[in-house]
Structures are given as C-alpha cells and as structure tokens.
Nanobody
Framework: QVQLVESGGGLVQAGGSLRLSCTPS?????????MGWFRQAPGKEREFVAR????????SYADSVKGRFTISRDNAQKTVHLQMNSLKPEDTAVYYC??????????????????WGQGTQVTVFS
C-alpha cells in the first residue's frame, strides 16, 4: 500500500514560518501525479490549501493563504514542499498531503483523490 509521508509540522509563534514536506513511500506514484495540500481544523471540514501539477508549471492557492504559502516540488527527489510564511493562529490545523492523477480534483477533499498522507499538526500561537 503506497503511503504519502509528511514531515515538518510543529508549534510556531504567529508571524513565523514552517516548511512541510511530503514524499511517497513508493516513488512510482510521484511522477505524472498532481500534488496538493489540504488542512483540517477541529470541527471543520478538510479544505484545499495549495496544489501543483506534475511538471511544477502550474500552481494554485486558497485565497486565505495566497502571498504567504508557496508550494513546490522536486521530481528528482520525489518530494513536494509547502513553505508557510507569516503564519496566523487561524492556520492551525492538521495538514494533509494529497496526490491525484486528475489535477482538477485537487481542489476539493470530497473529489476523487488517489492518495492521502497521515497528516501533520501545525499549531500557531499568538
């Protein structure tokens, strides 16, 4: 069973930065897959944060993180990153890495996502 393995979560003060990383347990699923990040806060639905297509040439972001978060991928290292700057308490959530062959699905957690990570906690305190 292929897994997406996330790392980089933690506790940070408001205004600080964190960098999340995600890599598949099997490299065969990385190429030709769009990759994305979602997050879920307590009592809320899982929401789209950012996505990047398989070449890295196309990205998109939720309005709430535009200008603060940057998604990138290294296909040679088979890793996708989410650089999070100017963090706010409302960014506190479990962040999930996602992979989908249909790039268009990486905007809604209810759509057909091929693989999910186990989640990594990000906590921003003021």
């Amino acid at each position: 069973q292929v897994q997406l393995v996330e790392s980089g979560g933690g506790l940070v003060q408001a205004g600080g930065s964190l960098r999340l990383s995600c890599t598949p347990s099997e490299g065969t699923i990385f190429n030709n897959y769009g990759m994305g990040w979602f997050r879920q806060a307590p009592g809320k639905e899982r929401e789209f944060v950012a996505r990047i297509n398989w070449t890295g040439g196309s990205t998109s972001y939720a309005d709430s993180v535009k200008g603060r978060f940057t998604i990138s991928r290294d296909n040679a290292q088979k890793t996708v990153h989410l650089q999070m700057n100017s963090l706010k308490p409302e960014d506190t959530a479990v962040y999930y890495c996602a992979a989908a062959q249909r790039y268009g699905n990486l905007v809604d957690a209810r759509k057909d996502i091929d693989y999910w990570g186990q989640g990594t906690q990000v906590t921003v305190f003021s």
